[in-house]
């Protein structure tokens, strides 16, 4: 008996991208879908009735735009929600409300030739769909919510760096890790999949957010403590030296397991750079970038970690990189802040305040 089709309702006010969505969605042997809504009102009493497995859904619509549609949903019934907009690529800081809401992933509508655009982007939909049914959708946490408890360490060796990859989940994820950590902490090169013209809103929101100071990274520009350093959306990221000092490598090199920045490249250049003074941290993505780069580090001394499955929202590279034999721990969301410290502390454990 074949299993059952991954149950898809796309929401848009747009009659073309809802049936290209239809057409990529259905020509997919695992997936289709059951229903289209032109708005989230009409969506309300789909949901209800077919109980779909992923919902796709646009920003701007008439009578409730997505953004307060998906704040509802998360709120009131979690599910897998892809963002599918125009604005999700002209309006990054709407994307990234919308991944903080508990929006799985996003795709952006070309700004020309949509028909001709949107079935280039035919395998990269129906991976994130997949990918969306098999997730952990998170109930969005209320605004007033306590700040994260704030770390504190010992004086951090300026050889020290934390390395950290993600992908689908991550740019929650990586909020987390990075918001506890003290303004002394080790410098932190970061890859997460994300296009251009995405990443410097990313890091900009992060150092709102952060005791740390996070920007995008500049071709060149030496590695500091205290900062983190975020792979532009079109470049890979890489480690150098530059006599004594670590130094920040962009390169427009082809796509590395599909992607660019690549998390197996930066993960590749630590081991080659660092060695034991760096710290790899794998978290929550699907595919199989990274494991290979993680296992590098980890066989040229250095500590090494994966996010566990159940604190994932997309448990795929950090499964594929704990079967490799990669990880030298396993842990929790949570639990990885403070572990970080701990393991590149110069003196002593780090303590909450």
């Given at each position: 008996?074949s ?17 290209l969505?239809s057409?990529?969605?259905n020509?997919?042997p695992?997936?289709?879908?059951v229903a289209v ?7 309300r009493?789909?949901i209800?009735r077919h ?5 796709t859904l646009d920003?701007?619509m008439?009578r ?7 704040e509802?949903?998360m709120?009131?019934?979690?599910m ?8 999700t ?5 709407v994307t990234?409300r919308a991944l903080?809401?508990g929006a799985?992933?996003f795709v952006a ?16 939909i ?9 997730s952990r959708?998170r109930?969005?946490a209320?605004r007033s ?6 770390l ?6 300026s050889?020290k ?8 989940g991550?740019t929650?994820a990586?909020?987390?890790v ?5 303004a002394?902490?080790p410098a932190i090169m ?7 013209g995405f990443?410097?809103?990313?890091a ?16 060149g520009e030496?590695v500091?403590p ?13 480690l ?6 670590y130094v920040?490598?962009?390169d427009?090199?082809?796509?590395v397991n599909?992607?660019r920045p690549?998390?197996?490249v930066l993960?590749?250049s630590a ?5 034991r003074n760096a710290?790899?941290v794998?978290l ?6 990274g ?6 580090m980890r066989q040229a001394?250095a500590?090494?970690?994966a ?8 448990f ?7 079967a490799?034999?990669a990880?030298?721990e396993?842990?929790?969301?949570e639990q ?7 393991l590149?502390a110069?003196s002593?454990r780090?303590q909450?305040?």
């Amino acid at each position: 008996m074949s299993a059952a089709k991954i149950k898809v309702l796309c929401v848009d006010d747009s009659a073309l991208i809802r049936d290209l969505l239809s057409e990529i969605i259905n020509g997919q042997p695992d997936m289709e879908v059951v229903a289209v809504a032109p708005d989230p009102l009409v969506a309300r009493d789909l949901i209800k009735r077919h109980n779909p497995d992923v919902l796709t859904l646009d920003v701007e619509m008439p009578r409730m735009d997505g953004i307060d549609f998906l704040e509802r949903l998360m709120r009131l019934r979690p599910m897998p929600v892809l963002m599918v907009s125009s604005l999700t690529q002209s309006g990054s800081e709407v994307t990234l409300r919308a991944l903080e809401l508990g929006a799985l992933d996003f795709v952006a509508k070309p700004s020309l030739g949509i028909r001709s655009g949107m079935l280039e982007y035919a395998k990269e939909i129906a991976e994130k769909i997949r990918a969306a049914a098999r997730s952990r959708p998170r109930r969005a946490a209320a605004r007033s919510e306590a700040p994260p408890q704030r770390l504190t360490a010992p004086l951090m060796s300026s050889e020290k760096l934390l390395i950290i990859g993600a992908s689908t989940g991550g740019t929650e994820a990586i909020r987390r890790v990075l918001e506890p950590l003290p303004a002394n902490s080790p410098a932190i090169m970061i890859a997460q999949h994300m296009p251009g013209g995405f990443t410097r809103s990313f890091a900009e929101r992060l150092d709102r957010l952060c005791q740390i100071r996070v920007k995008e990274a500049e071709e060149g520009e030496r590695v500091l403590p205290g900062h983190a350093y975020i792979a532009p959306g079109d470049a890979h990221l890489t480690l150098a030296r530059s006599g004594a000092n670590y130094v920040a490598r962009l390169d427009q090199g082809p796509p590395v397991n599909r992607h660019r920045p690549s998390v197996d490249v930066l993960f590749r250049s630590a081991a080659a750079q660092a060695g034991r003074n760096a710290v790899g941290v794998l978290l929550t993505g699907m595919g199989k970038d990274g494991a290979a780069g993680l296992l590098e580090m980890r066989q040229a001394g250095a500590p090494t970690i994966a996010q566990d499955e159940a604190s994932c929202v997309v448990f795929g590279m950090p499964r594929e990189a704990i079967a490799l034999g990669a990880a030298s721990e396993v842990l929790s969301l949570e639990q990885i802040a403070p572990r970080l410290l701990a393991l590149v502390a110069s003196s002593g454990r780090a303590q909450r305040v």
